[in-house]
């Protein structure tokens, strides 16, 4: 008899909805973090309203937005030079992820799910996860859902990420008592990195500040993130920034082995163009917990990857799609164009705020892309 049903690696928002969707449905969860909580994430904490959807649906209530700053407006920026402010566009929220996150696994050891958090692991095995004080647990499913540098993706494939395809992001919370970088602006600057972009979240303690974007084109992302801070007049030698990576469209086709499952950034979910990566992290937790919970009622652990990969069908094909859009938005060589475009043009920009928002689904933009832009952006997409 094994100890638990599921051990979930790693309480991010990922493990924390998969832990809550298996105990709400009746399994024995143990849910295991290297850190104590309430813990820090590096993270914009851009929380859309795809991921307060997802947040209703997975633990049964309203996103509480009281900590949060929710915005209507945001200015883009290319190359020094403001390119528009839109407003009137779909709501963004504005979050810390020490609050969300503390948030989230509270739900999920309200929900049942057993506490192991501030246990760091020092072996896992397909069954069972050995902390590094000696205590080991088992169960017949293991969800990892312990980020980007997962040690269960480790354990299945020999490497977290692939260094080529990977993302890299730097950041900083500027305190709002000391300076305001961008008279408060929630802005986003194309071209701060290649194949990335930098941003400007005003919250209500600070402002976090940082770039992102594809870790291999960009050799010295700290130079970049120093020139970023000094355009919005920050004093780039004042400020410590903190890195972390970011899998920026570099997805797992086949996420797991058999009775052993990835979500969240540990599966690589993340949205290649607008970076959001909170509300995947959640809804592939969810789906991983319903794989697990599916494959225990059949008697067959071992059948949790292949349930896994048919309810991630659609955000894989989501990402796919994305993919191959972000060449017309961050190519070097469409730059120019895409920001020209993004000028001009009143529905690109509506297109492009709805997708950061959350608010669009990839399939539907591609219609639209194919549709309206010029024939030259088409061919990009044989190349
Ligand atoms: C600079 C930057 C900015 C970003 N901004 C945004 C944004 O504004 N909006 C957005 O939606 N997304 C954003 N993202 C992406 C987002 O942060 C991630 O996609 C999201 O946190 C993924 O959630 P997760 O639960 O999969 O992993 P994580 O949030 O990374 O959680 C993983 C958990 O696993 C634990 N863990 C790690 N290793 C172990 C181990 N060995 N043993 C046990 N536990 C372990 C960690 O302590 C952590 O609690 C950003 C990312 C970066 C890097």
Request: aromatic letters at 10%.
């Amino acid at each position: 008899m094994s100890d638990f049903d599921i051990i979930v690696i790693g309480a991010g928002p990922a493990g924390s909805a998969a832990a809550t969707w298996a105990a709400k449905h009746g399994a024995r969860v143990a849910l295991v973090d290297k850190a104590a909580f309430p813990r820090n994430k590096l993270c914009g904490g851009l929380f859309t309203e795809r991921s307060r959807n997802y947040y209703r649906e997975i633990f049964g209530q309203n996103f509480d937005l009281s900590k949060s700053v929710t915005r209507h407006d945001i200015a883009f920026w290319h190359a020094g030079a403001e390119l528009a402010v839109l407003r009137d566009i779909p709501p963004l929220h504005l979050t810390m992820r020490l609050d969300l996150d503390n948030t989230l696994f509270r739900h999920a050891i309200d929900a049942g799910a057993v506490d192991f958090s501030g246990h760091p692991i020092a072996q896992i095995s397909d069954n069972a996860v050995t902390f590094k004080d000696g205590n080991t647990l088992s169960a017949p499913i293991l969800i990892g859902t312990d980020g980007v540098n997962s040690i269960v993706a480790k354990h299945l494939f020999g490497a977290a990420f692939y260094t080529e395809t990977i993302g890299f992001g730097l950041e900083i919370e500027v305190p709002k008592a000391t300076q305001n970088p961008t008279k408060n602006q929630l802005r986003i600057d194309f071209g701060a990195l290649t194949w990335g972009y930098g941003w400007s979240f005003p919250k209500q303690q600070c402002t976090t500040v940082g770039v992102g974007g594809m870790r291999a084109p960009n050799p010295d992302i700290k130079a970049q993130m120093r020139h970023y801070i000094d355009t919005l007049g920050l004093d780039p030698d004042a400020i410590k920034f903190k890195g972390h990576h970011l899998p920026f469209g570099d997805f797992r086709k086949t996420p797991g082995r058999a009775n052993i499952v990835l979500a969240g950034d540990a599966a690589g979910l993340v949205d290649p163009i607008t970076g959001e990566g909170i509300a995947f992290a959640m809804k592939s937790g969810q789906i991983a917990a319903q794989a697990a919970l599916d494959a225990l009622a059949a008697g067959a652990p071992e059948t949790t990857l292949t349930r896994h990969k048919i309810g991630l069908r659609d955000m894989h094909k989501n990402l796919r799609i994305a993919r191959t859009l972000r060449r017309i938005i961050f190519a070097p060589r469409w730059q120019e164009t895409f920001t020209e475009t993004f000028r001009r043009s009143e529905t690109v920009r509506a297109m492009y705020m709805r997708l950061l928002a959350g608010d669009l689904e990839y399939p539907q933009l591609a219609r639209a892309v194919v549709a309206r832009l010029p024939r030259y952006v088409v061919n990009a997409f044989r190349r």
